[in-house]
Structure formats: C-alpha cells, structure tokens
C-alpha cells in the first residue's frame, strides 16, 4: 500500500500529489490542474475519487480519479455548486455531498451517482446561522453537524431518506465562533474548534445529542478575534486568534488543531474517559496553516500554509507533542490537506 497527499493550492489553481513515505518525506509526483481559487477537498469513502471546490465563479466541483498505484489524478467530471463553499465532505456512503457557505449562510445537498459523479442541481439548499462553516456527518451516518461561525451556533440534522431534518441548534457561548468539527472513533464525543478564542469544546454525543462536557482553552498572548468578512466592521487583526483547523490521530489520544496568525500548529492530549483536552504545546509551522491533516498511522502532521510556498510534515511524538517542521516543495495559496492509504 502507498500514502498519499493531496494539497490545495488556491493561488495556482491545482492539486499538488505527494508520496509520504514510512519516513516520513513528501516525493512530489505532480500537479492537477482544477481551477482558480480551488480550496476544500474531500476524499469518497472507497478512496477512489477526490472531490474539490472552487470557490472562484462559476462555483463548482471537480471530480477526480485517485490511481492507486501512483496518486495521480485524472479529470472525472464538473458540476455547479450553489454557493462559494469553504467546506466540503461526503456523507459515509459517497452517495451524498455536502457544502457548507460562509457568505451565503446555508448548507446543501447533492446527489451522488454510483460512479461518482455529482447531480447537476442540488436536493436540498437550506438557510443556516450566519457564516456556516463545515458540515460532516457522524460516524454512524445517521446525524450531520454545521458549526455557524458567526451566531455562536451548532446546527443539528437528521439524515433520513437522503434527505436533511433539521432538529434545535446548539447555542454556544457568544463570541466564540465555531468553525471545524472531529468526531472520536467511537463517535461518543464532538469536538468543535473556535476561530475566535482557539480553544476547543468536548461535546458528548448521544444518538444526535449534543451535551457540553468541557472548553479547553488555547494559552496565547493574542486577543480574541471577531467574525470576517465584506460586511465585517474595520478592524486591526494582527494579533487576533484566528484558529483554522482541527484532527484527531486514529487512535484518538492526541488532537490537533491550526493558529494561522502565530502559524503554528496546537497539540492536546484526549482524556479516554472523558473526552477532555490537556494542552501539550504548540509548533511553529507553515505561515498562515489553514488546513493539515494526520497520516492514516498517527505518526505524521501535515500541514500547508496559506502565504507559505512549502509544505510541512511534523513527526508526532509518543507523548503527543509535535516535532519541528520538515519543509518540502509545495505551491501558492496552500489551502487544504488530504490524505489516503491505498
């Protein structure tokens, strides 16, 4: 089997392959063009087809083959989206998308067809809190969670029928300002980052119910941000937490989680009765990380940055803690991380 990394790069407008060899080193073996502002990316659950937004206009998604004995990509197909979509993922089965739009404050729905193709035209759009920014359903399948960035909310679903049921949103503390979500393997617990404080809240989960257990917070000199965007009041955001992205290893005990305006990478130890969070420290990494993602062994971070020409990989240590960064060639506008064991 061989391990593969997808990147992002907005600026480019391409997919970047790496090989990620047992030593942890990233071999470029090429670059996928897709198109301007390319972002989020989202791999089907049988790890034969890579989805990836664009975010430029006219918004849609590409479709690409994943070759298992090279991880070059070929062009499978293009369909629209119906908004510009920081988030991206596949329900459990690979027969649903979903997105999830920061500007437009809604969640949708599209069809999958058996070869992995998307539906022309959205099932389902449906209007959220302000500022929606990830959608991914639970382990089970059976529930799916949208954090609203900006109304301090979590949007609870049921997913029946291939269909979305709204069930009563999750109020969180006001200026918090939920972003990214990682369920643990057993699917007992949701864990939801803050762009604006950067730490991240323990919620229990019980069949689609939410109960807060604990926020652990980020120790930083930083401020606390606020909300961004065109319609977002002026305001001097050099030394405001602007936390981006958030894993678990596969086996759960350490999570990580990025800071683009330190550019460093956060890591916690997992309490397995609980589900708290301790804070181990934090690394410095790629400028500006917006995405990363853990190799399928626990041992490797890797990250991208969004004003970085470079991609690194972190060892992960046995107590959690991150090692220093290893620099390998990367592209313009590092945006998202994917990677897959095939």
């Given at each position: 089997?061989?391990?593969?990394?997808?990147?992002?790069?907005?600026?480019?407008?391409?997919?970047?392959?790496?090989?990620?060899?047992?030593?942890?080193?990233?071999?470029?073996r090429g670059r996928t063009?897709?198109?301007?502002?390319?972002?989020?990316?989202?791999?089907?659950?049988?790890?034969?087809?890579?989805?990836?937004?664009?975010?430029?206009?006219?918004?849609?998604?590409?479709?690409?083959?994943?070759?298992?004995?090279?991880?070059?990509?070929?062009?499978?197909?293009?369909?629209?989206?119906?908004?510009?979509?920081?988030?991206?993922?596949?329900?459990?089965?690979?027969?649903?998308?979903?997105?999830?739009?920061?500007?437009?404050?809604?969640?949708?729905?599209?069809?999958?067809?058996?070869?992995?193709?998307?539906?022309?035209?959205?099932?389902?759009?449906?209007?959220?809190?302000?500022?929606?920014?990830?959608?991914?359903?639970?382990?089970?399948?059976?529930?799916?969670?949208?954090?609203?960035?900006?109304?301090?909310?979590?949007?609870?679903?049921?997913?029946?029928?291939?269909?979305?049921?709204?069930?009563?949103?999750?109020?969180?503390?006001?200026?918090?300002?939920?972003?990214?979500?990682?369920?643990?393997?057993?699917?007992?617990?949701?864990?939801?980052?803050?762009?604006?404080?950067?730490?991240?809240?323990?919620?229990?989960?019980?069949?689609?119910?939410?109960?807060?257990?604990?926020?652990?917070?980020?120790?930083?000199?930083?401020?606390?941000?606020?909300?961004?965007?065109?319609?977002?009041?002026?305001?001097?955001?050099?030394?405001?937490?602007?936390?981006?992205?958030?894993?678990?290893?596969?086996?759960?005990?350490?999570?990580?989680?990025?800071?683009?305006t330190s550019s460093t990478?956060?890591?916690?130890?997992?309490?397995?009765?609980?589900?708290?969070?301790?804070?181990?420290?934090?690394?410095?990494?790629?400028?500006?990380?917006?995405?990363?993602?853990?190799?399928?062994?626990?041992?490797?971070?890797?990250?991208?940055?969004?004003?970085?020409?470079?991609?690194?990989?972190?060892?992960?240590?046995?107590?959690?803690?991150?090692?220093?960064?290893?620099?390998?060639?990367?592209?313009?506008?590092?945006?998202?991380?994917?990677?897959?064991?095939?």
């Amino acid at each position: 089997m061989a391990t593969y990394a997808f990147v992002s790069n907005a600026e480019d407008g391409e997919i970047a392959t790496y090989v990620l060899n047992a030593g942890g080193e990233l071999v470029l073996r090429g670059r996928t063009r897709a198109a301007a502002a390319v972002m989020p990316l989202a791999i089907s659950p049988d790890r034969r087809r890579l989805y990836a937004a664009v975010r430029s206009k006219p918004f849609s998604v590409h479709v690409f083959r994943i070759d298992p004995s090279s991880g070059a990509l070929s062009p499978h197909s293009v369909a629209p989206l119906a908004e510009s979509f920081p988030y991206l993922s596949l329900d459990r089965t690979g027969r649903m998308l979903f997105g999830a739009s920061y500007q437009g404050h809604l969640v949708s729905v599209n069809d999958v067809g058996s070869e992995g193709e998307v539906a022309a035209e959205p099932g389902q759009v449906i209007p959220v809190g302000r500022n929606a920014h990830a959608i991914l359903a639970d382990r089970t399948n059976r529930y799916v969670f949208v954090p609203a960035l900006g109304s301090d909310q979590i949007f609870t679903f049921a997913l029946e029928g291939g269909r979305l049921h709204a069930g009563r949103p999750m109020q969180m503390k006001r200026g918090t300002g939920p972003r990214h979500l990682a369920f643990s393997g057993d699917n007992r617990c949701l864990y939801v980052l803050s762009e604006l404080h950067g730490g991240v809240t323990t919620f229990a989960l019980d069949d689609g119910r939410l109960t807060e257990v604990a926020t652990a917070p980020m120790p930083t000199s930083l401020r606390p941000g606020t909300p961004r965007g065109a319609d977002a009041p002026p305001r001097e955001r050099d030394r405001d937490v602007w936390a981006a992205d958030i894993h678990l290893t596969p086996d759960d005990r350490f999570l990580f989680t990025s800071e683009r305006t330190s550019s460093t990478l956060c890591a916690w130890r997992v309490d397995p009765a609980s589900g708290k969070l301790a804070w181990l420290g934090a690394m410095p990494s790629e400028k500006q990380p917006r995405g990363f993602a853990v190799d399928p062994t626990g041992q490797y971070v890797v990250a991208s940055g969004e004003k970085s020409t470079t991609v690194s990989v972190h060892a992960i240590h046995r107590d959690g803690s991150l090692g220093p960064a290893r620099r390998f060639p990367g592209g313009k506008g590092g945006s998202w991380v994917e990677i897959v064991e095939v």
